[in-house]
């Protein structure tokens, strides 16, 4: 079998080439790489096609403020592998992956779609980086390690590219994929996904890809009933607001001897409460937009 790996890559050019690294030595003997560099500015496509432009299995293409809905649907439409991996410019696959990926699909019709475990460097953590774990399996389907059959990914139209912001367009594509076949959670199917330091402006700021939680619920209420809640507003404003930044002022206790991320950690907990505060009237008008849009 074939396998097409698509990542999307926005100005990460440093974590960019170390996955690229990576995925030029991948231990299988038939698949290509397709990577979307979305309205980069620091020559990750000149430096990825100096490296790999010479490579018959390497595609390296440029799109314009797509997003990574767009920037995926962008490879897979260019792939010619029957099975679609995909993973992050911040991530790292084993290097077995694609050799696991093809295990478990291997004349196996009725599993649709891989959900692979990604790990991280527990020790790097701190409140001001961004990682993704997922050790047991997640209904959202974190597409920093997932592989779908392109035969599925086409019938089903890839990713809803109307999403505003990064945020619950593969919620949406899993949720719709698991009602036509089964995705399966491999624990031998490994990506890291080290933690990387962000700014805290940027930080702060993430309260507002929320507003794609009302969007997935008026287009899957369904579906969002069975996998995440009752509503977009127990989400935001329960789990969100109250138990996810309990949590979180919680782990930050334990920077408590490092002042400068103990009083980061803090100081960003109180400003997505301020935020999520403000971003009422906002959450509001998209509830009342996707509400028409999807009951009208």
Known sequence: MKISVIVPTHNRMSSMLTLAEALNTLDYPNYEVIVVCDSCKDDTKKELEKRYGQNESWTILEVEKAGPAKARNTGARLATGEILAFTDDDCIPDSNWLQIIHLNLYNNEKVVGLEGLTYTFKKEVTPLTHQIENLEGNPA?????????????????????????????????????????????????????????????????????????????????????????????????????????????????????????????????????????????????SNFKYQKQFQS
């Open 141 to 285: 389907v974190p597409t920093c390690n997932v592989a779908f059959r392109k035969e599925t990914f086409e019938y089903l139209n890839g990713f809803d590219e109307t999403f505003p912001y990064a945020h619950n367009e593969d919620a949406d594509f899993a949720w719709r994929m698991r009602e036509v076949g089964e995705i399966v959670f491999v624990e031998e199917m490994k990506v890291c996904h080290p933690p990387r330091q962000e700014s805290f402006s940027k930080m702060k700021s993430r309260m507002k890809i929320l507003e794609s939680e009302f969007l997935l619920y008026y287009k899957n209420t369904n579906l969002y009933h069975k996998y995440r809640n009752t509503s977009p507003w127990v989400t935001i404003y329960w789990e969100v607001f109250f138990y996810h930044q309990l949590m979180n002022l919680k782990s930050t206790f334990k920077y408590f001897f490092r002042p400068k991320l103990f009083l980061g950690g803090l100081k960003l907990i109180f400003y997505w409460w301020i935020d999520l505060i403000l971003l009422f009237p906002k959450y509001s008008a």
